[in-house]
């Protein structure tokens, strides 16, 4: 989804919030879940990671804990926040896997792959 004034909106509209900068997330790197036309995974879920959801991302290929030094990537712990590739989170939700979500640093194309009703279900930012 695109606006005329550029900003990037999360699910509900707003600005975009940060997700995390310790660990740097993002596939742009700027602890934002940004999405552009270059990435083709579509980094805009803001999750908190879970033991859980770890060990079923590296049983589907994507070990999420392992660290790459060489790309810069530390390794995920349970309790980091993490932009998540959104046909991931669909697949771990599908599978009773799905990590809680931070609906205001989630991009607004999410709601192209789970509708808000779903989405709120595993907000850790709503009351």
Not at 47 to 55: A, I, M, N
Request: hydrophobic fraction near 40%.
């Amino acid at each position: 989804m695109k606006r005329e004034d550029n900003i990037p909106r999360n699910v509900f509209g707003g600005p975009l919030q940060t997700c995390s900068d310790s660990p740097q997330t993002g596939f742009y790197r700027d602890g934002c879940c940004n999405v552009g036309d270059d990435d083709l995974g579509v980094h805009a879920v803001c999750v908190k990671v879970t033991r859980e959801f770890l060990e079923f991302s590296s049983a589907h290929g994507n070990d999420l804990s392992t660290p790459i030094p060489e790309f810069g990537f530390p390794g995920l712990m349970p309790g980091d926040k993490w932009c998540l590739c959104a046909a991931r989170w669909v697949e771990a939700l599908r599978a009773g896997a799905a990590p809680r979500l931070v609906l205001a640093a989630t991009h607004e194309v999410m709601l192209e792959y789970a509708p808000l009703a779903e989405l709120k279900k595993y907000a850790i930012d709503l009351n």
